[in-house]
T-cell receptor, first 113, second 112 residues
Framework: NAGVMQNPRHLVRRRGQEARLRCSPM?????VYWYRQLPEEGLKFMVY????????ESGMPKERFSAEFPKEGPSILRIQQVVRGDSAAYFC???????????FGSGTRLTVV | GEDVEQSLFLSVREGDSSVINCTYT??????LYWYKQEPGAGLQLLTY?????DMKQDQRLTVLLNKKDKHLSLRIADTQTGDSAIYFC????????????FGTGTRLKVLA
């Protein structure tokens, strides 16, 4: 079992471009969480998805950010028109059920220049 | 409200014990976790404790939970230079989506 796979590991975008971050959960896991870690801070919850459904997006900025977890393929966190303040590490975690502990991926480090 | 607090820095000498503290606010938490993060890396789950337990020991790690004071601690015995990292505590909420609330992290520096 390869664990939670995130790619790319590092992503550099110019202001105004789009960033697409991918997360493949562990095999058999249908619950995916996205967290953001700003420099020198802890992780903050962004969004929780089950296959094809957004369950809780209370931590996600209302504009420019979107997430999906299609029936087939990885979960995608999409940031449109990136700004410098979006520079952070974005972590994905998956679980087999929402009340089980979850496993984190290694993160995608987004740098906006 | 949901808030988890940790002190920012801790410095210890190699071979000494380290104690990292955490306070949380949500009384309905089920599990409380300790994660380790090395520079540029992801989060490694070190240990966790269920909220009806007082203590859990796992090799060099001891977790103590004071539910009355909502205080969690992680003790690392015989601290080594390889233990230098940021340590996060997190609580898993029982309501709704079981999201985790993380502390700001304690940066542990082990001096040789």
């Amino acid at each position: 079992n390869a664990g939670v796979m995130q790619n790319p590991r590092h992503l550099v975008r110019r202001r105004g471009q789009e960033a697409r971050l991918r997360c493949s959960p562990m095999k058999g896991h249908s619950h995916v969480y996205w967290y953001r870690q700003l420099p020198e801070e802890g992780l903050k919850f962004m969004v929780y998805l089950q296959k094809e459904n957004i369950i809780d997006e209370s931590g996600m900025p209302k504009e420019r950010f979107s997430a999906e977890f299609p029936k087939e393929g990885p979960s995608i966190l999409r940031i449109q028109q990136v700004v410098r303040g979006d520079s952070a590490a974005y972590f994905c975690a998956s679980s087999i059920e929402k009340y089980y502990g979850y496993t984190f991926g290694s993160g995608t480090r987004l740098t906006v220049v | 409200g949901e808030d988890v607090e940790q002190s920012l820095f801790l410095s210890v000498r190699e071979g000494d014990s380290s104690v990292i503290n955490c306070t949380y606010t949500d009384s309905s938490s089920t599990y409380l976790y300790w994660y380790k993060q090395e520079p540029g890396a992801g989060l490694q789950l070190l240990t966790y404790i269920f909220s009806n337990m007082d203590m859990k020991q796992d090799q060099r790690l001891t977790v103590l939970l004071n539910k009355k004071d909502k205080h969690l601690s992680l003790r690392i015995a015989d601290t080594q230079t390889g233990d230098s990292a940021i340590y996060f505590c997190a609580e898993s909420l029982t309501s709704g989506t079981y999201k985790y609330i993380f502390g700001t992290g304690t940066r542990l520096k082990v001096l040789a």
